[in-house]
């Protein structure tokens, strides 16, 4: 088998040498036109008998290199058709050979076409179907309500609060305090001693104050000294 394959290139390679030769001789006349007799001798060839003859040599040289050309390529193309068709042949009988397990299995009946298959036994218990719950699901938590308070002082300019009772729910709670009379006033909440949020004192407007109340008792009432204890005051009642 490696014969085969070797042989076309081999005979390539054979074919080429003619070739190698004519070039070369080519090659070697034109140097030694060119550069030997040419620059050393400036009235080569001379006579018209020299021209004649460089010419002759020069003429049969071309001829002899491209015939050797033409016939190198032949026989390369030729090698190789024959290499082609020598892989080919040898290839030939394994891709004509059925496979022998292919012809086994298409002429072996099944060894079970005889036996019906048996039916598959129905499960003795049915399953249980997941019972239904029919309890109220528990609603989600929502958010505290905002509250909004309105408080306003007296227009007149007594020391007093329009009201002494405020209430709202658990949350988030804003006073809304109103002032139209000349006298500074705020409000202020708290539980106990401790203020935790008021407005600033003002006049002739209205401020707000927003805190966050839990459930319990608180105080607003008026921190302009004197004006608490003039009766500026009232309670919160967060439920």
């Not at 394959?5 to 034109?30: D, F, M, N, R």
């Amino acid at each position: 088998m490696l014969a085969i394959h070797l042989a076309p290139v081999l005979a390539a390679e054979k074919s080429k040498t003619a070739y190698y030769i004519a070039g070369g001789l080519l090659v070697a006349w034109a140097l030694i036109v060119s550069v030997l007799l040419g620059l050393r001798k400036p009235d080569f060839p001379g006579s018209l008998g020299g021209q004649r003859v460089v010419m002759a040599i020069s003429a049969v040289l071309v001829i002899a290199a491209a015939s050797t050309a033409v016939i190198t390529s032949g026989g390369a193309e030729n090698a190789g058709a024959e290499g082609t068709a020598g892989t080919q042949a040898t290839a030939a009988p394994q891709a004509t050979s059925p496979p022998a397990q292919e012809t086994s299995a298409s002429t072996t009946p099944p060894a079970t076409a005889s036996k019906p298959s048996k039916p598959a036994k129905p499960p003795s218990k049915p399953a249980k179907s997941p019972k239904a719950t029919t309890g109220t699901p528990a609603p989600a938590s929502s958010p505290a309500a905002a509250t909004t308070l309105k408080l306003a002082a007296s227009p007149a300019g007594q020391l007093a609060y329009d009201t002494k009772q405020l209430s709202a729910k658990a949350g988030k709670v804003t006073i809304d305090m109103t002032n139209t009379s000349p006298i500074e006033h705020d409000v202020a909440v708290a539980q106990g001693s401790t203020v935790i949020g008021q407005t600033p004192v003002f006049t002739g407007g209205s401020k707000s104050v927003t805190l966050n109340l839990e459930p319990g008792t608180y105080k607003f009432y008026c921190t302009v000294p004197g004006h608490r204890q003039a009766g500026m005051e009232g309670t919160l009642t967060v439920s």
